[in-house]
């Protein structure tokens, strides 16, 4: 684990401060949980993610889908390619999404281009791609997207499979 060589004190009610920096690089925004693991007398936080519990069933998701509709398949959580399947799975699986997904993920509405057009699905990286993306509500709550990706075009099926497939896992987590 690399140092920051940052040094914080713990006020009286137990309470430390993440520094802006810090919570800028790893994408923590204000009201986030954190994961708190201890070992021996190491305290370590990490993002927590209702995704993260879904790995399983997300993984299954996408290779399903894939295996029916031939396209590439991915889901997100609020940072990360999480699962994935298809042709383009290696270029973005475990990467941050772009700025412009999570913009789309906090407007809340499916967004289907069924000819190519051009989005940035990593920041700073555009490309061609015909699509649909299904924002994976919970509670209200945008926690992740469903993409189908297809370098030719995407159908009516392609646009109803994202829609199952981020209905399902909102109603799954919530339970």
Do not use: C
Not at 45 to 62: A, C, G, P, R
Not at 89 to 94: A, D, E, Q, V
Request: hydrophobic share 40%; proline share 2%; aromatic share 4%.
């Amino acid at each position: 684990m690399k140092s920051t060589g940052v040094v914080r004190r713990v006020d009286d009610l137990g309470r430390i401060v993440i520094p802006k920096e810090i919570r800028r690089t790893l994408r923590i925004r204000d009201g986030e949980s954190l994961e708190i693991f201890v070992d021996r007398e190491m305290i370590a936080l990490k993002k927590f993610s209702k995704m993260t519990d879904m790995d399983e069933i997300s993984k299954q998701l996408v290779d399903i889908v894939n295996s029916v509709t031939g396209q590439s398949v991915f889901i997100t959580d609020r940072d990360t390619f999480i699962a994935a399947s298809g042709n383009l799975k290696k270029k973005y699986l475990n990467k941050p999404i772009s700025k412009q997904l999570e913009l789309i993920m906090k407007d809340r509405s499916m967004i289907a281009e069924k000819s190519l057009h051009s989005i940035e699905l990593l920041d700073a990286e555009k490309a061609e791609y015909s699509y649909v993306i299904s924002p994976v509500i919970m509670n209200g709550d945008a926690i992740g997207l469903v993409l189908i990706i297809s370098e030719q075009s995407i159908s009516q099926v392609e646009e109803k499979m994202a829609d199952v497939v981020s209905k399902f896992l909102g109603k799954h987590i919530e339970e």
